[in-house]
């Protein structure tokens, strides 16, 4: 059983480990990718050759932080085979298909035009260019739909059936799947945060060059394309965070308890706007959550509702299967012991379909099939010990979720005054705090990619111990493997990743540095 | 039933069109691993015209996972799962591809340009390597077992077990490992012939041309040696009932069962031979990549369908025969398979727009004064 745990543990912490980072380097491509499609617009529109340069200074840095994210998105993909055969086949007839449809639509698009956006500027004409250029940020985006879809279907799994035959989950529908509410959240919060992100690396690496009172003109140009994408960006994340609230709430009620630390709901919840956990805490004792917290009335309720009254569910609740609808009546909801009894008899149920499918035994087949798709849906609660194996890690889904917030906040003030001080720059110019506001906005490239990090973690973290949410529980998705094999790959991505990263990192900041010296009005090559 | 069947022929066509695309795409791996055999100029020469097409090679061997996942994913859970360090070793070998073409040439690349070099180096030789392992063990067998029923096991017991090397004793077998120099070769042949047709440099055609003696001469030898040990090869049949069995010949039987499958196959490969002698012997023909990747698509394909038809277990197990795995046992739902088929019209369209970007940017070839 120790064995078990370690292959688990280790597996998890390598996919971690690429899932982050890959996502350090995605969503700048996606981001940058929609910024140099505008650059390269305005440059077919106008023919002026200080947006050509302009477009050639930030395509220059897409093209190295592509690169990595394409390196560090081949393991993920095939590590749902290497490290999760079990989950691989569970689902693998729904999960598969958004994987192979982004290969097939999103990467033969990407790859292919993104050879035409570097090389082909002299080789095609400035239409098909500025195509390829849209196409490859298209393309990325897609990509980003695709398994952005698969991720939100582990979350929610809906369109789809349990086959006891086959022992595995079977589509039924694909357009629940690719349009559930999850999905559709998801992709779209997950995109535009990318564009937030994509916005502020521009304005970060303008205010380096302002700093050094380096290419103004070329700096202005760019502010004006980066700064309204990261506003954009930024307001419409925030909306759709909303969204995304209101539908994790439902569907994942558990994930929403504990990214708010919430033990015992209540009517007219209120939401903690920072707080410190107590570290004594647990779903089974009476200990208070927090040892100290600044709460907002109603605030919760509204997130998760949009109604300042609704009760909203904690963690305790949801354990003990106690909730209360709008008109203040109790609903007694399934108990996670009793979804582990479901779970167990179901599990018993299709091991008496395989015997009775092995025997033929046509009149059984019939029975359990319909008894095994009535229950299926906490099938996966039949693998836990006990009820609280179904928490997730409290702290880390509170603190990561506020970071998030709080950073989120601060970016949708910060991307507005930098959009502003592009359209009234004197109001910034000649003033003694303009150095101040230049390091800040440096400042934000870094903030920014921590509130995109911890996004994830919230998603993923909060969801745990499910691979998919309360069908397949971590411990059972994993491949038939010694923990020491997973313990060395994880340590080589480790130093692979983290090598790969301080090159890309340094050959940014040295491109940057470099270019920034020279005239970016003109073309040099 | 019939319209099932049906699907997962059908996908097994489209797997072995990808598998067949993936191994002439090799070119660039082949090219990658005659990097050092070049003087400095030329090896930019080299990497400015693989630099064009790296990507290619590698979203062609994403989707070919991708669509394995979704359209046979017993086979993903199992192989992937179970042959662990040799899918990790060849994970990692692209992994270290990615970056390389990028970085190389990019100021502040911390590591210097011989390093990536080097990784490119190691992608050239080891990708197409395993890769041809890997896909031998779909013909020779590998050591697993498939038992549906141990997801009901609580102590996490898997579907699918290993043996305790998990992938490195199909590296260590000889046969495999046959199998995957042929497929160096090959990638090392149809490089030379990519960079004859794609750089215009008379030194540089020159020694590729030698190269191809090397090269190409290998190949056709270990070429006829694989075919040789495939006919005469134990393959895994499976009755209508569903139950397999080894039976000598297979693979020729299946040759002859589905002769159009034969015709393809020595079609494609005096198609290889074609543009193979004739690139060595005329020394102002640059074009030979063509008729050689047709004929290598051909050839790929038409194994990759032996493979996988006429009651064949396109993954037998060396160790419990019943769990070999078959386009009926490890494909995905009928519904699954529609769907995706719906979607698989628009390869064509896909392969358009790649056949249309490839020749406006090939257009103008590869030539000293652009690399510098």
Same mark, same amino acid.
């Given at each position: 059983?120790?064995?078990?745990?370690?292959?688990?543990d280790w597996?998890?912490?390598?996919f971690?480990?690429?899932?982050?980072?890959?996502?350090?380097?995605?969503?700048?491509t996606?981001?940058?990718?929609?910024?140099?499609?505008i650059m390269?617009?305005i440059y077919?529109?106008?023919?002026?050759?200080?947006?050509?340069?302009t477009t050639?200074?930030?395509m220059?840095l897409?093209?190295?932080?592509f690169a990595?994210?394409v390196?560090?998105?081949?393991?993920?993909?095939?590590e749902f085979?290497?490290?999760?055969s079990?989950?691989s086949?569970?689902?693998?007839?729904i999960f598969g298909?958004p994987?192979a449809?982004?290969?097939i639509?999103a990467f033969?698009?990407?790859?292919?035009f993104?050879?035409?956006?570097?090389?082909?500027?002299?080789?095609?004409?400035?239409r098909?260019?500025?195509a390829?250029?849209?196409?490859?940020a298209i393309?990325?985006?897609?990509?980003?739909?695709?398994?952005l879809?698969a991720?939100?279907?582990m979350?929610?799994?809906v369109?789809?059936?349990f086959?006891?035959?086959?022992? *595995?989950?079977?589509?039924?529908?694909?357009?629940?799947?690719a /349009?559930?509410?999850?999905?559709v959240s998801?992709?779209?919060h997950?995109?535009?945060s990318a564009?937030?992100?994509?916005?502020v690396f521009?304005v970060?690496v303008?205010?380096w060059m302002q700093l050094?009172g380096?290419n103004?003109?070329?700096?202005?140009?760019?502010?004006?394309v980066g700064a309204w994408?990261?506003v954009?960006?930024?307001?419409?994340?925030s909306?759709?965070?909303?969204?995304?609230?209101?539908?994790?709430?439902?569907?994942?009620?558990?994930?929403?308890?504990a990214m708010e630390g919430?033990y015992k709901?209540d009517f007219?919840?209120?939401?903690?706007?920072?707080?410190?956990?107590?570290?004594?805490?647990t779903?089974?004792?009476?200990e208070?959550?927090?040892?100290?917290?600044?709460?907002?009335p109603?605030?919760?309720?509204?997130?998760a509702?949009?109604?300042?009254?609704a009760?909203?569910p904690g963690i305790?609740d949801i354990?003990n299967?106690?909730s209360?609808?709008s008109?203040?009546?109790?609903?007694?909801t399934?108990s996670?012991?009793e979804?582990?009894e479901?779970?167990?008899?179901? *599990?018993s149920?299709i091991a008496?379909?395989?015997?009775?499918l092995r025997a033929g035994?046509?009149?059984?087949?019939?029975t359990?099939?319909?008894?095994?798709?009535r229950?299926?849906?906490?099938f996966?609660?039949?693998?836990l010990?006990n009820?609280e194996?179904a928490?997730?890690n409290v702290?880390?889904?509170?603190?990561?979720?506020?970071?998030?917030?709080?950073?989120?906040g601060?970016?949708v003030v910060?991307l507005?005054?930098?959009?502003l001080?592009?359209?009234?720059?004197?109001?910034?110019e000649?003033? *003694?705090w303009a150095?101040?506001?230049?390091? /800040?906005?440096?400042?934000a490239i870094?903030?920014?990619?921590l509130?995109?990090?911890?996004?994830w973690?919230?998603?993923?973290?909060?969801?745990q111990?499910?691979t998919?949410?309360?069908?397949m529980?971590?411990k059972?998705?994993?491949?038939?493997?010694?923990a020491?094999?997973?313990?060395?790959t994880f340590?080589?991505?480790?130093?692979?990743?983290?090598?790969?990263?301080?090159?890309?990192?340094?050959i940014?900041c040295?491109?940057?540095?470099?270019?920034?010296q020279?005239?970016?009005d003109?073309?040099?090559? | 039933?019939i319209?099932?069947?049906?699907?997962?022929?059908?996908?097994?066509?489209?797997?072995?069109v990808l598998?067949?695309?993936?191994?002439f795409?090799l070119?660039?791996q082949?090219?990658q691993s005659?990097l050092?055999?070049?003087?400095k100029?030329e090896?930019?020469?080299m990497?400015?015209?693989?630099?064009?097409k790296?990507?290619?090679t590698?979203?062609?061997?994403?989707?070919?996972?991708?669509?394995f996942f979704?359209?046979?994913?017993?086979?993903?859970?199992?192989?992937?799962?179970?042959? %662990?360090w040799?899918?990790?070793?060849?994970?990692?070998?692209?992994?270290i591809?990615?970056?390389?073409?990028?970085?190389?040439?990019?100021?502040g690349?911390v590591?210097?340009k011989?390093?990536y070099?080097?990784?490119?180096?190691?992608?050239g030789?080891?990708g197409?390597?395993l890769?041809?392992?890997?896909?031998?063990?779909m013909?020779?067998?590998?050591?697993?077992?498939?038992?549906k029923?141990?997801?009901?096991n609580?102590?996490?017991?898997t579907?699918?077990?290993w043996?305790?090397l998990?992938g490195?004793?199909?590296?260590?077998?000889?046969?495999?490992l046959l199998?995957g120099?042929?497929?160096?070769?090959?990638?090392?042949t149809?490089?030379?012939?990519?960079?004859?047709?794609?750089?215009?440099?008379?030194a540089?055609?020159?020694?590729?041309?030698?190269?191809?003696?090397?090269?190409?001469g290998?190949?056709?030898v270990?070429?006829?040696?694989v075919?040789?040990?495939?006919l005469t090869?134990?393959?895994?049949?499976?009755?209508?009932?569903g139950?397999a069995?080894w039976v000598e010949?297979k693979?020729?039987?299946?040759?002859?069962?589905?002769w159009?499958?034969?015709?393809l196959?020595?079609a494609?490969?005096?198609?290889?031979?074609?543009?193979?002698?004739?690139?060595?012997?005329?020394?102002g %023909?640059?074009?030979?990549?063509?008729p050689?990747?047709?004929?290598?698509?051909?050839?790929v394909?038409s194994?990759?369908c032996v493979?996988g038809?006429?009651?064949t277990a %396109?993954?037998?197990?060396?160790?419990?025969?019943?769990?070999?795995?078959?386009?009926r046992?490890?494909s995905?739902s009928?519904f699954?398979?529609?769907?995706m088929?719906?979607?698989?019209?628009?390869?064509p369209?896909?392969?358009?727009?790649?056949?249309y970007?490839?020749r406006?940017?090939?257009?103008?070839?590869?030539?000293?004064?652009?690399?510098?």
């Amino acid at each position: 059983m120790e064995e078990l745990t370690n292959v688990v543990d280790w597996s998890r912490a390598q996919f971690a480990l690429t899932a982050i980072y890959h996502w350090l380097f995605v969503p700048l491509t996606l981001g940058l990718g929609v910024i140099i499609a505008i650059m390269e617009t305005i440059y077919y529109r106008t023919r002026d050759e200080s947006w050509l340069a302009t477009t050639k200074f930030w395509m220059t840095l897409f093209g190295v932080n592509f690169a990595i994210g394409v390196a560090t998105g081949i393991i993920l993909e095939f590590e749902f085979g290497t490290n999760w055969s079990n989950y691989s086949w569970f689902v693998g007839d729904i999960f598969g298909a958004p994987l192979a449809i982004e290969g097939i639509l999103a990467f033969f698009m990407e790859s292919t035009f993104i050879a035409v956006m570097f090389f082909g500027w002299k080789k095609v004409s400035p239409r098909f260019h500025l195509a390829a250029t849209w196409l490859t940020a298209i393309g990325a985006s897609l990509s980003a739909l695709w398994i952005l879809v698969a991720n939100a279907w582990m979350q929610m799994p809906v369109g789809c059936e349990f086959n006891p035959a086959t022992m *595995r989950n079977e589509m039924t529908s694909f357009w629940a799947v690719a /349009l559930s509410p999850m999905a559709v959240s998801k992709v779209l919060h997950t995109v535009l945060s990318a564009w937030t992100l994509g916005g502020v690396f521009v304005v970060g690496v303008c205010a380096w060059m302002q700093l050094r009172g380096r290419n103004g003109d070329h700096c202005r140009r760019s502010l004006k394309v980066g700064a309204w994408v990261g506003v954009v960006g930024v307001l419409l994340t925030s909306i759709t965070g909303d969204t995304s609230a209101v539908t994790v709430a439902k569907y994942q009620p558990m994930k929403l308890a504990a990214m708010e630390g919430l033990y015992k709901g209540d009517f007219q919840q209120s939401i903690v706007a920072a707080g410190i956990l107590n570290p004594d805490k647990t779903p089974v004792n009476d200990e208070p959550a927090f040892l100290f917290d600044i709460s907002i009335p109603y605030g919760l309720s509204i997130l998760a509702t949009h109604d300042p009254d609704a009760f909203v569910p904690g963690i305790q609740d949801i354990i003990n299967g106690v909730s209360y609808d709008s008109e203040g009546n109790k609903i007694n909801t399934v108990s996670y012991a009793e979804r582990m009894e479901i779970g167990r008899r179901v *599990r018993s149920q299709i091991a008496a379909y395989d015997v009775a499918l092995r025997a033929g035994d046509k009149l059984a087949l019939d029975t359990l099939h319909e008894t095994i798709n009535r229950d299926f849906a906490f099938f996966g609660y039949g693998y836990l010990d006990n009820p609280e194996e179904a928490v997730p890690n409290v702290p880390l889904t509170f603190y990561t979720f506020h970071v998030m917030v709080t950073i989120g906040g601060f970016l949708v003030v910060f991307l507005l005054a930098a959009l502003l001080f592009v359209y009234k720059p004197k109001w910034l110019e000649g003033k *003694r705090w303009a150095k101040w506001w230049y390091r /800040l906005c440096v400042l934000a490239i870094p903030l920014t990619y921590l509130c995109s990090v911890c996004g994830w973690v919230v998603a993923e973290v909060g969801r745990q111990p499910w691979t998919i949410q309360d069908l397949m529980p971590n411990k059972v998705a994993i491949s038939d493997l010694s923990a020491s094999y997973v313990q060395i790959t994880f340590w080589i991505f480790a130093v692979l990743f983290t090598a790969l990263l301080i090159a890309d990192v340094s050959i940014i900041c040295r491109q940057i540095c470099r270019k920034s010296q020279t005239d970016l009005d003109q073309v040099t090559d | 039933m019939i319209k099932y069947e049906i699907l997962q022929n059908y996908w097994w066509l489209i797997m072995s069109v990808l598998g067949a695309l993936l191994v002439f795409m090799l070119f660039v791996q082949g090219g990658q691993s005659m990097l050092f055999r070049a003087d400095k100029a030329e090896r930019e020469l080299m990497t400015r015209s693989l630099g064009h097409k790296w990507e290619l090679t590698f979203t062609t061997l994403v989707t070919f996972g991708g669509a394995f996942f979704a359209s046979f994913p017993l086979f993903y859970s199992t192989s992937f799962g179970g042959a %662990y360090w040799l899918w990790m070793l060849i994970l990692l070998s692209f992994v270290i591809q990615a970056i390389s073409y990028e970085y190389r040439n990019k100021y502040g690349n911390v590591y210097g340009k011989g390093f990536y070099d080097t990784l490119l180096l190691i992608n050239g030789l080891c990708g197409p390597l395993l890769l041809g392992v890997a896909v031998a063990t779909m013909f020779f067998g590998a050591e697993f077992t498939v038992t549906k029923s141990n997801l009901l096991n609580v102590r996490g017991a898997t579907i699918s077990t290993w043996g305790p090397l998990h992938g490195l004793e199909a590296i260590a077998s000889w046969r495999n490992l046959l199998f995957g120099l042929m497929v160096l070769m090959l990638a090392r042949t149809l490089g030379s012939l990519y960079f004859l047709n794609n750089i215009a440099d008379e030194a540089l055609r020159a020694r590729q041309r030698r190269m191809l003696w090397f090269n190409g001469g290998a190949f056709v030898v270990l070429f006829l040696a694989v075919v040789a040990v495939l006919l005469t090869a134990k393959g895994v049949e499976v009755d209508a009932g569903g139950n397999a069995r080894w039976v000598e010949y297979k693979y020729f039987h299946n040759l002859l069962a589905m002769w159009p499958l034969l015709v393809l196959l020595l079609a494609g490969t005096v198609l290889v031979l074609f543009g193979l002698c004739k690139s060595v012997l005329d020394k102002g %023909y640059n074009t030979g990549i063509w008729p050689a990747g047709v004929g290598t698509f051909l050839v790929v394909l038409s194994l990759f369908c032996v493979l996988g038809y006429n009651n064949t277990a %396109y993954y037998p197990s060396l160790l419990d025969t019943q769990s070999s795995l078959t386009i009926r046992n490890s494909s995905s739902s009928e519904f699954t398979l529609m769907a995706m088929a719906i979607v698989s019209v628009l390869v064509p369209f896909v392969l358009g727009y790649i056949a249309y970007c490839w020749r406006a940017m090939d257009r103008e070839k590869v030539t000293r004064s652009q690399a510098d």
